[in-house]
């Protein structure tokens, strides 16, 4: 009994069916990648639309260019499908997503790090400061930890953030010849 018998649909509207859906996954995992974290590391969702693309359309090829039974045709798209999905997964989408965050600054990262006063930071009050990273050089807000005024050109040391902004203080000259220097 074929699958036109049985469901009133031939193999090859459900192969169009899949391949079109797998379009519609993939569209939506790509669009909504940055407002909904929809193709972050963990989500399958991506490799899930490839498949279904790969599935549909090694189907349509096995059943109508290759004159395979629809067995056959379900078989190769299977094993097409699967094998797509996987090399997509692991060897493109996971390697993209890696690369996205290899220039991303984390504030973390930046405390005991050594940074020049670019804005001089007067008392209580909000200064500028510019520091080195893989990303390239980068300025922040920042304010000094104990109240002191810093004049801009001098070389500070970050202790911590406060949201967007940088605490600093000072570091005397006997303190400056790290690897951290900006």
Same mark, same amino acid.
């Given at each position: 009994?074929?699958?036109?018998e049985l469901l009133?649909i031939?193999?090859?509207t459900v192969y169009?069916m899949i391949?079109?859906?797998g379009?519609?996954?993939?569209?939506?995992?790509f669009?909504?990648?940055g407002? @909904?974290?929809?193709?972050d590391?963990?989500s399958?969702?991506?490799a &899930?639309? /490839?498949f279904m693309?790969?599935f !549909?359309? =090694?189907?349509?090829?096995?059943?109508?260019?290759l004159?395979?039974?629809?067995?056959?045709?379900?078989?190769?798209?299977?094993v097409?499908?699967?094998?797509?999905a996987?090399?997509?997964?692991?060897?493109?989408?996971?390697?993209l997503?890696?690369?996205e965050n290899? @220039?991303?600054?984390?504030?973390?990262?930046?405390?005991?790090?050594l &940074?020049? /006063?670019?804005?001089?930071i007067n !008392?209580? =009050?909000?200064?500028q400061?510019?520091y080195?990273?893989?990303?390239?050089?980068?300025?922040?807000?920042?304010r000094?930890?104990?109240?002191?005024?810093?004049?801009?050109?001098?070389?500070?040391?970050?202790?911590?953030?406060?949201?967007?902004?940088f605490i600093?203080?000072?570091?005397n000259?006997?303190?400056?010849?790290?690897n951290?220097?900006?």
């Amino acid at each position: 009994m074929s699958l036109q018998e049985l469901l009133g649909i031939d193999l090859n509207t459900v192969y169009w069916m899949i391949l079109g859906f797998g379009f519609v996954v993939l569209f939506f995992a790509f669009i909504f990648d940055g407002l @909904l974290g929809f193709g972050d590391d963990g989500s399958m969702v991506p490799a &899930a639309g /490839v498949f279904m693309g790969l599935f !549909g359309s =090694s189907g349509i090829v096995g059943l109508n260019l290759l004159d395979l039974t629809e067995v056959a045709s379900i078989f190769l798209g299977g094993v097409i499908s699967t094998g797509g999905a996987v090399f997509f997964y692991f060897g493109l989408w996971k390697w993209l997503k890696q690369q996205e965050n290899t @220039l991303e600054d984390r504030r973390e990262d930046l405390i005991g790090k050594l &940074a020049e /006063v670019t804005l001089t930071i007067n !008392g209580d =009050s909000l200064g500028q400061i510019t520091y080195s990273t893989d990303s390239g050089r980068t300025s922040a807000p920042a304010r000094s930890a104990n109240g002191a005024s810093i004049r801009q050109g001098e070389t500070v040391k970050v202790l911590r953030t406060a949201g967007t902004t940088f605490i600093v203080e000072s570091v005397n000259d006997g303190e400056k010849g790290g690897n951290d220097a900006p």
